[in-house]
């Protein structure tokens, strides 16, 4: 080895020791995973802002908005104050809320909860699928590994 190359340096070699003790991947094997992961971002991201199917029972079945931060804000307030009123034993209480088809819908404070409930659990499976793609692509070990990955696979539906 050249005196000229630094421990765990080699001519051409495409690595470079980290603090850990392990290796880091060649840079083009770094960008490419970094853009597959900001890809299962983006489809985590579409299938957010696609609303989240709801069956309330009763024929209650409607799909919410999950479009945005403000979405999610009205959400969380109509949540809110669907617990303050159950919590205060209000009687009576009916919440309007407005569905991705525009209609509004009279729901009591408990269907609020189920509503919310509903948006939660699908927003946290689709960050599941996300985290185990991401934990693939970080497993792959070469290109070809990479390229077999099917990205769009294991959604909610």
């Not at 001519?11 to 853009?35: K, N």
């Amino acid at each position: 080895m050249p005196a000229a190359l630094a421990p765990f340096e080699v001519a051409g070699a495409d690595i470079e020791p980290v603090p850990a003790g392990g290796l880091t991947p060649p840079p083009a094997l770094q960008a490419y995973r970094l853009a597959l992961r900001a890809e299962v971002d983006v489809i985590r991201d579409s299938h957010i802002a696609a609303g989240v199917p709801v069956d309330l029972g009763g024929g209650l079945v409607f799909t919410v908005d999950t479009r945005n931060d403000t979405d999610f804000r009205n959400i969380l307030g109509l949540t809110t104050f669907a617990l303050l009123a159950i919590t205060a034993q209000a009687e009576n209480v009916l919440i309007p809320f407005r569905a991705a088809d525009d209609l509004t819908r009279l729901l009591t404070p408990e269907q609020v909860i189920g509503l919310s409930q509903a948006v939660t659990m699908r927003v946290a499976a689709l960050y599941a699928v996300a985290w185990e793609g991401k934990a693939a692509i970080d497993a792959a070990d070469t290109h070809t590994a990479l390229d077999l990955l099917d990205l769009d696979a294991g959604w909610p539906t």
